[in-house]
T-cell receptor, first 114, second 113 residues
C-alpha cells in the first residue's frame, strides 16, 4: 500500500517570500506524483505532476517540484509567493501500472500575509 | 468546454432525510470517484467506479450509496444511516489506463440541520 505524508498542516509566509511545502511518500513500486491546489469552496485543480524523466517539474502559477527517489520526497516550491496563492495544497501518489486510484495527503494550508 | 459538473453547490437537509448529489462529466472518462472532505482530514474516498454498471466501496462507504447507469453520471446518495453527513463532497473522474490524474468538480457542501 502507498501512503503520503504532508509534513506541515499550515505554512504562514509573507508576500514575495519563497515557500516550500513538503511531501513524503512510501510505496514499494514505481509511482506517479501530483500536487493539487484548492481555493476556498472549490474543487481541486492540478498544479503539476511527475510521471517520468526530469526530476524537476514545473507547473502553473510559477510553482515547481522536485522528485527525490532516494528520499521519497516530492516537495513543492515557489520562489516568490503572492496573496492569491493562499489556498490548500494536496500531494497525491498513484502506482504506475496499477489501479490508478491515488492516495492523498492531508493537505497543507498556505497562508500568505501582506 | 469539457469538465465535471456537481449540483447542487449548497444543500441543507434535516436529519433523517436521504440526499442525492449529482455528478456529470463530459470528458469521456471511464473512471469516476466520490470523496468526502472534512477540515484537517484531507480527502477520503467514498466510492469509485471504473466502468458503467460497476462500482466499488472506498474507505468510508458506510451510509452512502451510488449508481453508475451511464458513463457520464455518478450520483451519490447520502442516506439517513450516515451518522455525520455534514461535509464537503467532491466528485472526480479519470481516464482508465491513465496516470491517476484526477479531474475534479467544484464540490457540493451538505449541511444537515
Amino acid at each position: 500500500a502507498q501512503s503520503v505524508t504532508q509534513l506541515d498542516s499550515q505554512v504562514p509566509v509573507f508576500e514575495e517570500a519563497p515557500v516550500e511545502l513538503r511531501c513524503n511518500y512510501s510505496s514499494s513500486v514505481s509511482v506517479y506524483l501530483f500536487w493539487y491546489v484548492q481555493y476556498p469552496n472549490q474543487g481541486l485543480q492540478l498544479l503539476l505532476k511527475y510521471l517520468s524523466g526530469s526530476t524537476l517539474v514545473k507547473g502553473i502559477n510559477g510553482f515547481e517540484a522536485e522528485f527525490n527517489k532516494s528520499q521519497t520526497s516530492f516537495h513543492l516550491r515557489k520562489p516568490s509567493v503572492h496573496i492569491s496563492d493562499t489556498a490548500e495544497y494536496f500531494c497525491a501518489v498513484s502506482k504506475s501500472g496499477g489501479s490508478y486510484i491515488p492516495t492523498f495527503g492531508r493537505g497543507t494550508s498556505l497562508i500568505v500575509h501582506p | 468546454d469539457g469538465g465535471i459538473t456537481q449540483s447542487p453547490k449548497y444543500l441543507f437537509r434535516k436529519e433523517g432525510q436521504n440526499v442525492t448529489l449529482s455528478c456529470e462529466q463530459n470528458l469521456n472518462h471511464d473512471a469516476m470517484y466520490w470523496y468526502r472532505q472534512d477540515p484537517g482530514q484531507g480527502l477520503r474516498l467514498i466510492y469509485y467506479s471504473q466502468i458503467v454498471n460497476d462500482f466499488q466501496k472506498g474507505d468510508i462507504a458506510e451510509g452512502y450509496s451510488v449508481s453508475r447507469e451511464k458513463k457520464e453520471s455518478f450520483p451519490l446518495t447520502v442516506t439517513s444511516a450516515q451518522k455525520n453527513p455534514t461535509a464537503f463532497y467532491l466528485c472526480a473522474s479519470a481516464r482508465t489506463g491513465g496516470t491517476g490524474e484526477l479531474f475534479f468538480g467544484e464540490g457540493s457542501r451538505l449541511t444537515v440541520l
